[in-house]
């Protein structure tokens, strides 16, 4: 069956030509508007009239991480294949990705052509973007590498956005499987228990211990459920409220970074965002020293920040990356050969890219680890707690078939 693609285009000229065209898929619409001559830099299938009118009703959704991600990868694209910038700002600005980066766009167009450098355009119209984009962009900007630099800034912006998305779906598993069991733990104490409870009440059987404390649990809560709802919607409030304290967070991440194995985790999680973005940063012309303070805002764990920060001032202080990073501790053996032979060959920005993706890969090893653990150790905390409150019940009613007896 064919399917209408919507595409953008550059012809011979250099100018942006847009429209449709039908295929059976979309290797084979890239190769008619190739064999038309024209050089596609965006090729997505046409909307249909349901999701043309959900996209209407949708528009005052707030901006995305991906929409920017996409926005600048166009971007990119349209600079690398020599389109003029202000064409390429003009076209991402009827592009409509969203109506407040199309606003940004037309300031940026303004500002270009008022005389402004496109730097300090952008930084101004688009504050929200991390702060080495627009290191990056200005780097670029000055020594005539602008389509490469957005291009490195978005695959730094892809790679920070897949280490919260790993992360995030990484413990999305154990927390469903916790508060499941813990709502099935609520249900059995509140509408089971007391039912065996009241049965309990009327003779005059010997209950176990265990019995005795399940079934009383079971009735306070039963009696006081509004009291306990009330209590635990204002610790639930109260934790969002501290959660969104940025000293809390602080904390709590530097807790977290001291657990036996999630602690090694988000520590190689960081230094790994740590070696991507100085390398980024190194390969765009961008100075060591300013180069290492931006990487450095990038990492999480505020005892390895501060390590981090000694190493800046060490190298401020005319020592070498290597040195200062193996006087600190933070990497090692092998990370510190790897940035030595970077800074003696040259390629620092390639040892460090190595360096990255060798802690990527241990990084996910051991978060692979984590979850072997935590996901068993979930599943027998919540499967022992409704077992133990299962033979409580049934002690209790053995109790009371052998007193009947």
Request: net charge positive.
């Amino acid at each position: 069956m064919s399917t209408v693609f919507e595409y953008q285009a550059l012809d011979g000229g250099g100018r942006i030509m847009s429209g449709r065209v039908t295929a059976v898929h979309e290797r084979d619409a890239l190769r008619q508007l190739q064999g038309q001559g024209l050089l596609p830099t965006s090729l997505i299938t046409a909307p249909s009239a349901a999701a043309v009118t959900a996209r209407a009703a949708g528009r005052a959704r707030a901006i995305v991480f991906q929409d920017y991600i996409l926005t600048l990868k166009q971007l990119a694209l349209l600079l690398n294949a020599a389109v003029p910038l202000v064409q390429a700002v003009a076209t991402l600005k009827d592009q409509g990705i969203h109506p407040g980066l199309s606003r940004a766009f037309a300031d940026i167009e303004k500002r270009i052509r008022a005389g402004d450098p496109f730097s300090a355009a952008f930084t101004g119209a688009l504050p929200n973007l991390p702060a080495y984009v627009a290191q990056l962009v200005a780097a670029g900007e000055a020594i005539g590498r602008l389509g490469p630099a957005i291009a490195d800034a978005v695959k730094q912006m892809e790679y920070d956005h897949q280490v919260r998305v790993e992360i995030r779906n990484a413990l999305t598993y154990p927390a469903v499987l916790v508060t499941a069991g813990l709502a099935a733990v609520l249900f059995i104490f509140i509408v089971v228990v007391p039912r065996f409870s009241a049965m309990m009440s009327s003779t005059n059987a010997d209950v176990p211990l265990l019995s005795r404390l399940v079934l009383k649990t079971g009735l306070f809560l039963n009696e006081h459920a509004m009291a306990i709802a009330v209590v635990a919607a204002v610790l639930a409030t109260a934790g969002a409220w501290l959660f969104r304290d940025p000293a809390m967070r602080v904390r709590a991440r530097e807790a977290l970074a001291r657990a036996p194995l999630v602690g090694t985790w988000l520590r190689e999680s960081d230094l790994a965002g740590w070696a991507s973005l100085l390398s980024t940063m190194l390969g765009n012309g961008i100075d060591l020293i300013r180069a290492l303070g931006l990487a450095r805002d990038s990492v999480r764990v505020p005892s390895l920040a501060r390590n981090l920060d000694q190493v800046t001032k060490a190298v401020r202080g005319g020592a070498a990356l290597s040195a200062a990073l193996a006087r600190q501790g933070t990497f090692n053996q092998t990370a510190v050969s790897l940035i030595e032979v970077g800074e003696d060959s040259g390629e620092l920005p390639a040892m460090l890219r190595s360096l990255a993706t060798l802690y990527e890969d241990a990084g996910r090893q051991r978060m692979k680890r984590f979850l072997l653990l935590l996901e068993p150790a979930a599943i027998i905390l919540i499967g022992g707690v409704i077992g133990g409150i299962v033979v409580a019940i049934m002690l209790a009613i053995t109790s009371v078939n052998q007193l009947a007896i």
